[in-house]
């Protein structure tokens, strides 16, 4: 059975970093296809951050390119977001998510096209 832990979310002020961590097991362990999306109070779900493939290319949604960078730990089957740069309207629900590739490029993000999702974490950026 895959799961997905995420951790990390907290309260930040405009311009500060906040880095998360989703802790992945039950995936075998070629599995390259994790990233992480978001969801604001009233608005879609927004594709952040995707490894598309299995030399470790991501994709990044165009509100956070610059700005947020995901990288992994295959050691430890952990995948990170490190959020620079943070703006009151990063705040949201960020989830962790496989198979990620299904909203590359998409405006918004089907959960029912998802292989699996974390529990979520609360990122609030606010002074």
């Known amino acids: 059975q895959v799961q997905l832990v995420e951790s990390g979310g907290g309260l930040v002020q405009p311009g500060g970093s906040l880095r998360l961590s989703c802790e992945a097991s039950g995936f075998t362990s070629d599995y390259y296809a994790l990233g992480w999306f978001r969801q604001a109070p009233g608005k879609e779900r927004e594709g952040v951050s995707c490894?598309?493939?299995?030399?470790?290319?991501?994709y990044y949604g165009e509100d956070v390119k610059g700005r947020f960078t995901m990288f992994r730990d295959t050691a430890k089957s952990t995948v990170f977001l490190q959020m620079d740069s943070l703006k009151p309207e990063d705040t949201a629900v960020y989830y962790c998510?496989?198979?990620?590739?299904?909203?590359?490029?998409?405006?918004?993000?089907?959960?029912?096209?998802?292989?699996?999702r974390g529990q979520g974490t609360l990122v609030t950026v606010s002074s």
């Open positions: 490894f598309t493939r299995r030399d470790g290319s991501v």
């Open positions: 998510a496989a198979d990620c590739r299904v909203w590359v490029g998409l405006s918004r993000v089907n959960v029912n096209a998802l292989d699996a």
